[in-house]
């Protein structure tokens, strides 16, 4: 690289405005926001209040609710958008990408109906990118407040990969790299469901040894999978898939814990959609990662039963009773 | 095999029991107490209230304090001493151990000074016999108080790992098989370094993200290691490696845990040991770590770190910058 990067982000939400302030201590930083209120704050106050509160944002992070003009100078653009709306971004942002240039996805998940990755969607709608993810357990709120995190940035090339490290590398965020996209791209997606499943766990109160268990089988089933797309098996160990599992499981902030922990102490999947504003990922895509396993015929048991608890009214005790009655074999083993 | 296996468990602390009390509802067999009052209560009351309070063990369950007799008609010998205790336990029952049968570690860490495994002493006192351990995420009592864990038999004859599931196999044991000692015994000694350290950022309050960060990275050095000593790495992604280092971070029982907790809250060790009955393993095993992870040239920054804490006096905020000082490299890269 011989001059330095200017990076554009498109999409000011709280994950997207927080890589934004991560990319603008090191480099020139354009944040793309759908609201022209948002881009203002952003600009005057420094905050984007809608998401991250009062957490002050880098002085010299620029913001503009134009496409044309966030992206036109970008050497980088880095997506932050919902899945469902990334199509159409990518869409209305391909006249204005400079040729050549890296896309990066911050996008969670599967488009839905198509059930591609966001870097597929990447390479779809804009031909002849490189593209690649920055992604790991990463809460925004945590990061803005200095508190230490690491992610991975993934694509296939690692020079590409080195290059960008140091984009978004701040003393509190460690961006390691992998050139494995589709292991890092699916950990994310695959991991809802077994944070679901370990909150069921915790609701049913099976105690330390069952929620270990859920948490090891889990990744193994994720694994398999990953492996039948064709990703490295460690990647699902790594930040992107453990790591993220961990944050997910964790965190008393997740979504899809809190749906697990309900079901587990007898909700219905119904009861506990109604107390909360936005649906859980993993209830979203619960079905999706079903549809993919089958594709690839692959037997994920835990994720299986996730399913059939959020979509088929199968409740939490009988999804655990089932869990125990699949046969245990090799460990590495299809049959789980 | 022709006729039913009858076990022996040498070792009636509370997970040589629970263990002896599972396989005791499969096939006939007998526990060797130390204690001649601990054999006759298991054998009168059906409890060993010393380490299990109340808790009922099987009515044929048989134990015995004399070690000829438990091991005279043993088709099978599980050895569940302590590490330090096991070479001598082993010499004394060669003469009495049938030909060929296999042994089986229940074992924790490494032989203190040789730094041996529980399997090689096995196989250094007893040669000719196959050896092999069971190992997981297995809190005792949760397992005699009936709530669901998994285990895993890991023996390089997948046969006679086979043959083994079914004895200690119930509705709520799950036993799964791996071929890979090395690998699976080695998770239960790594992973207590890793449980002190993410004790430790618990006790700096540095957040879920620096938590699934400090697993995920644990794992990652765990698996280097591992490897380095000719494991497959994905056995630390497993209920050995993985699932038993969550038990340990989960559990309000770990004393690795909660040394690392005090730490992070700014304890000096001297304080810290002071409070404790026992010491907790990671701080006995943290030196033989660092002495293997040398003589294989494995770095390994996060147990580097512990170690430091617990043996050189170095803070835990010391520790945690130090930590973050360490460049971000390739997510499988040898240095973190």
Redesign the interface.
């Known amino acids: 690289v011989t001059r330095q990067v200017r990076v554009c982000v498109v999409g000011a939400g709280s994950w997207g405005t927080t890589v934004a302030a991560l990319a603008a201590r090191n480099v020139p930083t354009v944040l793309w926001a759908r609201s022209e209120d948002s881009a203002r704050e952003i600009n005057e106050q420094h905050t984007n209040s809608r998401y991250l509160e009062d957490r002050q944002l880098p002085q010299d992070l620029r913001a503009t609710s134009d496409l044309e003009e966030a992206l036109v100078e970008a050497d980088l653009v880095v997506y932050a958008v919902p899945s469902h709306g990334l199509r159409d971004v990518v869409k209305r942002s391909a006249g204005h990408v400079r040729p050549w240039i890296p896309l990066l996805s911050l996008v969670k998940g599967l488009e839905p109906e198509t059930l591609r990755r966001p870097t597929e969607v990447l390479a779809e709608e804009l031909p002849g990118h490189p593209t690649g993810l920055l992604a790991?357990?990463?809460?925004a709120k945590?990061?803005m407040?200095g508190?230490?995190?690491?992610a991975?940035v993934a694509t296939p090339d690692?020079v590409v990969a080195q290059s960008m490290?140091p984009i978004f590398?701040t003393?509190?965020f460690?961006?390691?790299?992998?050139r494995d996209v589709v292991g890092s791209e699916m950990g994310g997606v695959l991991k809802n469901l077994i944070a679901i499943a370990t909150g069921m766990a915790d609701g049913l109160g099976?105690?330390?040894?069952?929620?270990?268990?859920v948490?090891?089988?889990g990744?193994?089933e994720m694994?398999r999978l990953g492996e039948a797309m064709g990703a490295d098996?460690?990647?699902?160990?790594?930040?992107t898939g453990?790591?993220?599992l961990?944050?997910t499981c964790?965190?008393r902030?997740s979504r899809n814990r809190r749906v697990g922990e309900e079901l587990g102490r007898g909700s219905t999947i119904e009861e506990v959609l109604e107390g909360m504003e936005q649906v859980a990922e993993g209830v979203r895509t619960a079905r999706s990662v079903m549809a993919i396993a089958e594709a690839h015929d692959v037997l994920m048991p835990i994720s299986a039963e996730v399913d059939a608890v959020v979509n088929e009214g199968r409740t939490a005790r009988e999804a655990?009773r089932g869990l125990?009655g699949v046969q245990?074999?090799?460990?590495?083993h299809p049959v789980a």
């Open positions: 790991g357990p990463n809460l945590e990061i407040d508190l230490a995190a690491a991975v690692d490290q590398h003393r509190r460690r961006v390691y790299r992998n099976t105690g330390d040894n069952t929620r270990a268990m948490i090891a089988r990744l193994n694994t098996p460690m990647t699902m160990s790594g930040l453990l790591g993220d961990m944050a964790m965190s902030q655990y125990l245990a074999q090799h460990e590495r």
